[in-house]
């Protein structure tokens, strides 16, 4: 999938030889059900906590970055480019980054509701727990591959 977005856009992938492999949420489900949200729908925000970047010793993303975004299975679908990049706090989090963001009704109530439930259960499952002073990567990105996806 890389090598065709390449060949396709090389001034685009110039600027960013690297990319990373990710998907979204913590389960098959979540990662299918998120995705879909993206090829189909309104999600154009995404959100993860610095912390766990660090866990996994990934660097954090950069405007420009790319990232090839799975499903479920661990399968490429699409090409995502990091457009807009902000760390802040869960309560930094404004109306505008939750609509952005594409899920639930796309309130910045339901954005606060359903991540801090996340968090929860994922910080849980790490043996830390979470808090709203976490810092937090706030990322905007356009659909960029393949051409029947992008924006």
Not at 54 to 68: K, Y
Not at 125 to 133: H, I, L, S, V
Request: hydrophobic content about 40%.
């Amino acid at each position: 999938m890389w090598s065709d977005y390449r060949a396709a856009n090389q001034s685009a992938a110039a600027s960013a030889s690297d990319y990373t492999v990710e998907y979204f949420g913590d389960s098959v489900e979540l990662a299918d059900e998120l995705l879909a949200l993206v090829t189909h729908g309104p999600k154009r925000a995404t959100a993860g906590l610095v912390e766990e970047f660090t866990e996994e010793n990934e660097p954090l993303p950069r405007i420009g970055s790319h990232w090839i975004a799975c499903d479920g299975s661990g399968a490429p679908v699409v090409v995502i480019r990091s457009t807009e990049l902000r760390i802040g706090t869960f309560d930094s989090v404004d109306a505008s980054f939750a609509y952005d963001e594409g899920e639930d009704d796309r309130s910045l109530e339901s954005w606060r509701r359903e991540h801090r439930r996340y968090w929860e259960r994922t910080r849980a499952a790490a043996g830390r727990a979470f808090t709203p002073e976490h810092e937090i990567v706030l990322e905007r990105f356009s659909l960029v591959w393949p051409p029947e996806f992008a924006d």
